[in-house]
């Protein structure tokens, strides 16, 4: 009996890459991208030192017409899986360089930080291709955050860094996303074409009430800034974390603290009715 009930297995709807919802998203999604009917919102990174904006994270969104708002958590996977994310990521670079050019434009000289998939870095011409997009947009590279994950990077890092030294001659900055997630080669980290080093929030989510989480945080931001790299604490939720964070030299944060991803109109709502209190943070 016991040999048959390791054998019984149970149907999900949601893990079923046949189900209705998976088949109309990867038949959908490429439609959306041509039709322009993504959204990218935005989420503000903080100095801790001046405590003002220096930068916003783009994210794009699908506003689905019969699913809703769907996150990219769901929908850049099957664009992975089926050949669609060099479309999207594209699609997500020139719409970014639209925003940055707005947000210029109303005051607010702020980086912009875009995700890129480590397909993307298999491109042969990515490099060419956002060459062309800066210098036709008119944007200044040095404003612009180029971020792939820990995880992504080390599928194939020496092809990594040597695409991320491409990219970074164009003088856009590289940032490495979700650092402490993975199992990455720390050999790797001290050869690495980036600027930035952002935090997952896996290690810092628990520093104000556990210990050894707050040594382990300490050790990645030490090492980090050590080796030259500006440190990002992603996942920052709450006053206790972020003051914390301070007295760690954590050198910018990004989280609900502060807000959650917002869309174009209301994130400029948001930083001018902050910058009249001069305030960001509770």
Excluded at 104 to 120: E, K, R, V
């Amino acid at each position: 009996l016991s040999s048959l009930e390791n054998a019984i297995s149970f149907y999900r709807p949601e893990y079923d890459q046949y189900n209705t919802r998976r088949l109309m998203m990867v038949s959908e999604l490429k439609h959306a991208i041509e039709k322009d009917n993504l959204e990218l919102f935005f989420q503000p990174k903080l100095d801790l030192k001046t405590r003002e904006i220096v930068g916003l994270e783009a994210l794009v969104r699908w506003n689905h017409e019969r699913y809703g708002l769907v996150f990219p958590d769901e929908f850049i996977p099957l664009a992975e899986e089926t050949g669609i994310i060099k479309l999207l990521t594209r699609w997500v670079i020139r719409s970014a360089f639209l925003a940055q050019k707005k947000f210029i434009h109303q005051g607010y000289d702020y980086t912009m930080s875009i995700n890129i998939s480590a397909l993307n870095l298999k491109e042969s011409d990515l490099v060419v291709f956002l060459k062309e997009e800066l210098y036709s947009a008119g944007i200044d590279p040095n404003k612009i955050y180029l971020e792939l994950t820990e995880t992504a990077m080390m599928t194939n890092p020496l092809n990594a860094i040597e695409v991320l030294e491409r990219l970074q001659r164009l003088g856009v900055f590289i940032s490495i996303d979700d650092f402490g997630a993975g199992y990455s080669s720390l050999a790797y980290l001290k050869s690495l074409p980036a600027s930035e080093i952002k935090i997952d929030r896996s290690l810092i989510a628990g520093i104000c009430d556990d210990i050894n989480s707050d040594m382990v945080a300490r050790a990645t931001i030490d090492m980090c800034r050590g080796l030259g790299f500006k440190v990002v604490a992603e996942g920052v939720e709450n006053t206790a974390v972020f003051d914390r964070l301070i007295e760690l030299n954590c050198d910018i944060i990004q989280g609900y603290l502060l807000t959650r991803p917002l869309p174009y109109l209301e994130l400029i709502s948001w930083i001018e009715e902050n910058l009249n209190e001069k305030r960001f943070v509770s």
